[in-house]
């Protein structure tokens, strides 16, 4: 068995099942790294019991009992470094990071986007989707970098859009892929084989 290097914390703002499909791969043994930490922003996360269900470490911090996002920001970059985290992975996680906090992970930080950037950057992916009346959408999984959305891509899915699709049934179609791709991304950077060059993120083979 693959000894589990890379050391994931997990920041949610909601639901998790994101967060959910990647402690399913790992205990698949599909995704060979250690989930030390999982940190949301808002105490009513179902994340924290998803996390709690599998036995991870877990907490709140909320964003509305600091005073400012710099101050927020450094609560969260403290505790994932207690944790010796070496790959921050946002799952769902709806704030944008600072520069501060993209600086103490370099390179390390993954998010899933729910659509084929960089088109339809932002929050409301599926509403702008539907709106501009495109035949197809999808996910991104992407490094993150001090933009909004706009980091080196690692990989994506396509999805069709259906005729009479709503935003909730353009969701859980995403969603399907999402759940496939982000632990195919982690597993990719735990296997050092996603090579940083410009906005091009090269995926190596694999080693014998």
């Not at 400012?68 to 505790?79: A, P, Q």
């Not at 960089?118 to 996910?139: I, Q």
């Not at 179609?173 to 496939?180: A, N, P, T, W, Y």
Request: aromatic share 6%; proline share 5%.
């Amino acid at each position: 068995m693959t000894e589990a290097k890379e050391v994931l914390g997990v920041l949610c703002s909601g639901r998790g099942t994101d967060l959910q499909s990647i402690i399913d791969a790992i205990g698949r043994g599909e995704v060979h790294a250690k989930l030390a930490l999982v940190l949301t922003d808002k105490p009513d996360a179902y994340a924290l019991k998803r996390a709690e269900n599998a036995g991870i470490p877990a907490a709140c911090v909320n964003r509305k009992e600091y005073d400012d996002r710099e101050s927020f920001e450094r609560e969260l970059v403290r505790r994932l470094q207690a944790a010796g985290v070496t790959l921050v992975v946002l799952a769902g996680f709806m704030r944008i990071l600072t520069p501060y906090f993209v600086r103490q992970f370099p390179h390390r930080i993954m998010n899933i986007h729910p659509a084929l950037l960089p088109s339809f950057p932002g929050a409301h992916a599926h509403r702008d989707v539907l709106a501009y009346g495109v035949k197809v959408s999808g996910c991104t999984v992407h490094f993150v970098d001090e933009g909004t959305d706009s980091g080196p891509i690692i990989l994506q899915a396509a999805v069709p859009v259906l005729e009479g699709d709503t935003e909730e049934t353009l969701s859980a179609r995403v969603l399907e892929q999402e759940h496939k791709i982000y632990p195919q991304a982690i597993e990719l950077y735990c296997e050092h084989r996603l090579n940083i060059d410009g906005r091009h993120v090269h995926i190596l083979p694999k080693k014998d």
